[in-house]
């Protein structure tokens, strides 16, 4: 079946601009988590998404980085006023609503910013 | 294509040779440890889970050993083959963390010779 899929896969854009990258989780899954990956680095969390809800946003770096999953499945994380260090892949995994449930992770959309 | 980590510890192994991957982790009330293969311009691929009432694990061609006692993780790879090269990372979970966020560590690369 289909795996979690992000888009766009890359992004260039410029400093100060605002952008949006998507993710369409597997079908069925409730959950849809955020995270953040440097190079040279594992993933870094960022936020968990249960049904339309964020459960969990602590690991939002700052107030221009927010996310959305109105109806439950797709989810945008939308960052405003880019800066050079938001540069990094963006990971999106999900998995059955249940507690330790396995996370499959999409390919990632990388961003960079000029 | 993208390279994961460019300063990653780095494990060589010639080809049909057994591999072992070492991870140590910090939270002691981590319940829940997942190896992910992460191949270069690719999201993070789920190999084997364990939870903490177990100390080892066996799926195909892979075995994850749990040390609670020093916070220590491993996964072997029996026979390991060249689609094997990549970064491995371990990742943790607190089950008492009602957002089921995983963090990683740094990874190891994995490189076969042929």
């Known amino acids: 079946g289909a795996g979690v899929s992000q888009t766009p896969s890359n992004k260039v854009t410029e400093k100060g601009k605002y952008v949006e990258l998507r993710c369409d989780p597997i079908?069925?899954?409730?959950?849809l988590y955020w995270y953040r990956q440097s190079l040279g680095q594992g993933p870094e969390f960022l936020i968990y998404?249960?049904?339309?809800?964020?459960?969990?946003d602590s690991g939002l770096p700052n107030d221009r980085f927010f996310a959305v999953r109105p109806e439950g499945s797709v989810s945008t994380l939308k960052i405003q006023r880019t800066e050079r260090g938001d540069s990094a892949v963006y990971l999106c995994?999900?998995?059955?609503?249940?507690?330790?449930?396995?996370?499959?992770f999409g390919p990632g959309t990388r961003l960079l910013v000029l | 294509g993208e390279s994961v980590g460019l300063h990653l510890p780095t494990l060589s192994v010639q080809e049909g040779d057994n591999s072992i991957i070492n991870c140590a982790y910090s939270?002691?009330?981590?319940?829940?440890f997942i190896w992910y293969k992460q191949e270069s311009g690719k999201g993070p691929q789920f190999i084997i889970d364990?939870?903490?009432?177990?100390d080892k694990r066996q799926g195909q061609r892979v075995t994850v050993l749990l040390n609670k006692t020093v916070k220590h993780l491993s996964l072997q790879i029996a026979a390991t083959q060249p689609g094997d090269s990549a970064v491995y990372f371990c990742?943790?979970?607190?089950?008492?963390?009602?957002?089921?966020?995983?963090?990683f560590g740094g990874g190891t690369r994995l490189m076969v010779k042929p």
């Open positions: 995994a999900s998995s059955f609503g249940g507690n330790q449930e396995t996370q499959y």
């Open positions: 079908s069925g899954h409730t959950a």
């Open positions: 998404f249960q049904g339309t809800g964020a459960a969990d």
């Open positions: 939270n002691s009330a981590s319940d829940y």
């Open positions: 364990i939870r903490s009432n177990m």
């Open positions: 990742a943790e979970n607190n089950g008492n963390n009602a957002g089921n966020m995983l963090t």
